[in-house]
C-alpha cells in the first residue's frame, strides 16, 4: 500500500529559529512530490520536487528530494508568526493521473 | 484571475441526508479532483474528473459519487450522511498539459461539512 509520513506531527518553535520538516514515502511509481502549506482552509503550492538532489528555493523556505531513501526535506529559515501553519507533503504516481497522496502534514507554530 | 471557488463555504446536515457539493475550476482547467480532510486521516483522495469522465477513484464507498459537466464544474454528491462524514471537502483543479498533467494544481478553500 502506498504511504507517506511526515514527522514531526507537531512543532512549537520561536520566532528566528530555523526548523526542518521531513517527508518519507513508500510508494510504487514515484513521478513527483509536492509541498503544500494549508493555514485555514485551501492548502498553498510550495515546491514541486522531481529530481533528487536539486534544491528548490523560495526565500527562506527550501526543499530537498532524495529518491534513494525516499524523503524529502523542508527547510524554513528565520521562521516568523506567518509561518504557522499545517504543512502538507504529498505525492503523485505515474500511474494515477492527478491523485495525490498526502501525509497527515506537519503543525507548525511559531511564538513571537 | 478567478481561483477555485467552492459551494456552501459551510454546511450542516442530519444523518440519513444527502448533500450536493460544487466546485468551480480555474478557467481553462479541465480536471477536478475531490479530496476528504479530517483531523485523524489528513487529506484523502476522492476522485478526479477529466472532460467529464471519472478518471481516477480513491477507497471511498459507493455512497460518494460525483460528476463534471461541460464547463468542467464539478458536483460531489454523499448519500446516507454518517457522522464519519463530517469533514473539510476540498477540491482541485488543473490544467493537465501534457506530461505535466497536475500543473498549477490549485485548491478552492473547501466546504465544511458537519453531520448531526
Known amino acids: 500500500e502506498d504511504k507517506v509520513v511526515q514527522s514531526p506531527l507537531s512543532l512549537v518553535v520561536h520566532e528566528g529559529d530555523t526548523v526542518t520538516l521531513n517527508c518519507s514515502y513508500e510508494?510504487?511509481?514515484?513521478?513527483?512530490l509536492l509541498w503544500y502549506k494549508q493555514e485555514k482552509k485551501a492548502p498553498t503550492f510550495l515546491f514541486m520536487l522531481t529530481s533528487s538532489g536539486i534544491e528548490k528555493k523560495s526565500g527562506r523556505l527550501s526543499s530537498i528530494l532524495d529518491k534513494k531513501e525516499l524523503f524529502s526535506i523542508l527547510n524554513i529559515t528565520a521562521t516568523q508568526t506567518g509561518d504557522s501553519a499545517v504543512y502538507l507533503c504529498a505525492v503523485v504516481l505515474t500511474n494515477t493521473g492527478n491523485q495525490f497522496y498526502f501525509g497527515t502534514g506537519t503543525s507548525l507554530t511559531v511564538i513571537p | 484571475k478567478a481561483g477555485v471557488t467552492q459551494t456552501p463555504r459551510y454546511l450542516i446536515k442530519t444523518r440519513g441526508q444527502q448533500v450536493t457539493l460544487s466546485c468551480s475550476p480555474i478557467s481553462g482547467h479541465r480536471s477536478v479532483s475531490w479530496y476528504q480532510q479530517t483531523p485523524g486521516q489528513g487529506l484523502q483522495f476522492l476522485f478526479e474528473?477529466?472532460?467529464?469522465?471519472?478518471?481516477n477513484k480513491g477507497n471511498f464507498p459507493g455512497r460518494f459519487s460525483g460528476r463534471q459537466f461541460s464547463n468542467s464544474r464539478s458536483e460531489m454528491n454523499v448519500s446516507t450522511l454518517e457522522l464519519g462524514d463530517s469533514a473539510l471537502y476540498l477540491c482541485?483543479?488543473?490544467?493537465?498539459?501534457?506530461?505535466?498533467?497536475?500543473?498549477?494544481?490549485?485548491f478552492g478553500s473547501g466546504t465544511r461539512l458537519t453531520v448531526v
Open positions: 474528473y477529466f472532460s467529464e469522465t471519472q478518471r
Open positions: 510508494v510504487t511509481n514515484f513521478r513527483s
Open positions: 482541485a483543479s488543473s490544467l493537465d498539459l501534457p506530461g505535466q498533467g497536475y500543473y498549477g494544481y490549485t
